[in-house]
């Protein structure tokens, strides 16, 4: 429109979805809390497009059967509450994983790790796992690892 080009770009607000050159898809979010977030890391995003850095472990929302929205940032910043910035929904990206195991392989299951903000390979639990984020490459601990993301959602049975 004529007011983006006039102030310099297209005005952003919560929730909206940008995809770049290559197909990949990032939504706008809203920081909720003042926090140091990682090129990597994965948020959780909730119904007004709020996000904070995961926290370690599975997550407890309330109810059954829910499945909570994540995306994974794509650089790293120190955020300040209602600041906006991008996570990753879709498309080949990097997420970064925790705890040394053997089972960070390509393809194999991934859950909340035992750092904020990072995944883990691992047998599902009964409570929670991630969808939607597959490691495309083997990875070891604290690290930027390869994967390709898919509209993430951590499954809570």
Same mark, same amino acid.
């Given at each position: ?18 995809? %770049? ?16 977030? @990682? ?5 959780? @995003? %909730? ?15 309330? *109810? ?6 994540? *995306? @994974?940032? @794509? ?15 879709? *498309? ?6 925790? %705890? ?6 390509? *393809? ?50």
């Amino acid at each position: 429109t004529e007011t983006e080009r006039n102030s310099g770009g297209m005005a952003m607000k919560p929730g909206m979805i940008v995809t %770049d050159h290559n197909g990949s898809q990032f939504m706008c979010c809203k920081v909720l809390a003042t926090q140091n977030v @990682v090129n990597g890391n994965v948020i959780w @995003v %909730d119904a007004n497009y709020g996000a904070t850095i995961i926290a370690s472990g599975p997550p407890t929302p309330s *109810g059954t059967g829910m499945a909570v929205a994540i *995306g @994974v940032a @794509v650089n790293s910043i120190t955020a300040s509450t209602s600041q906006f910035f991008f996570a990753q929904i879709f *498309g080949p990206g990097n997420v970064r994983v925790t %705890d040394t195991t053997a089972s960070n392989l390509p *393809g194999h299951i991934l859950v909340v790790g035992s750092t904020p903000g990072e995944l883990k390979g691992a047998a599902p639990t009964a409570s929670a796992y991630v969808a939607g984020i597959v490691l495309t490459a083997t990875a070891s601990t604290a690290t930027l690892s390869a994967c390709f993301i898919n509209f993430p959602k951590i499954g809570l049975s």
